[in-house]
């Protein structure tokens, strides 16, 4: 199945998703209610979304602290590697280190930024001697996160507007 564009979805659509971010272990009675439709058209709206790739996969958001990862850094890396091999290590590296939660590379002077989460500074610390031993890296500033004021998995489900 082709996957659907963010301006195919319509108004239900988006109240389902904005819905499902919020809880999706929601009993489909309760969402069907909640977003004003019945159960067998929510879930056949639910299951083409989930074939058609916009729901990737449902989760459980974990407490981070509780699970030993209370501690956040952020990797700001410049790499004076541009080409593909290197960029093949990289990629690789990343994926083999389960202390990144998230990963982007950039535009502008700063080549890509990691999230880190590790239970200490010393965690931390084994982390990026890992890190470096598999990829050479030009710079790193790592930036520990005193404060994590706002953290959401929930994208921004915009209602088109009625006229």
Not at 20 to 26: G, H, V
Not at 79 to 99: K, N, R
Request: glycine share 4%; charged share 30%; hydrophobic share 40%.
């Amino acid at each position: 199945m082709a996957r659907r564009t963010e301006n195919a979805l319509d108004a239900l659509d988006r109240k389902i998703l904005a819905a499902l971010q919020q809880d999706a272990t929601r009993p489909l009675e309760d969402l069907a209610s909640l977003v004003g439709s019945s159960k067998t058209p929510v879930w056949n709206r639910i299951k083409r979304m989930r074939d058609s790739g916009i729901i990737k996969k449902q989760v459980a958001i974990l407490d981070p602290e509780a699970v030993g990862a209370g501690v956040c850094f952020h990797m700001l890396i410049r790499t004076s590697e541009h080409e593909a091999g290197w960029l093949e290590t990289f990629m690789e590296a990343i994926q083999d280190q389960p202390e990144i939660v998230a990963a982007h590379r950039l535009a502008g002077d700063i080549d890509y930024i990691l999230t880190v989460r590790v239970p200490d500074v010393q965690a931390f610390d084994g982390f990026y001697r890992r890190l470096i031993s598999k990829v050479k890296i030009f710079n790193v500033t790592s930036l520990l996160s005193m404060e994590e004021i706002k953290s959401t998995s929930e994208l921004p489900i915009q209602q088109p507007d009625e006229d």
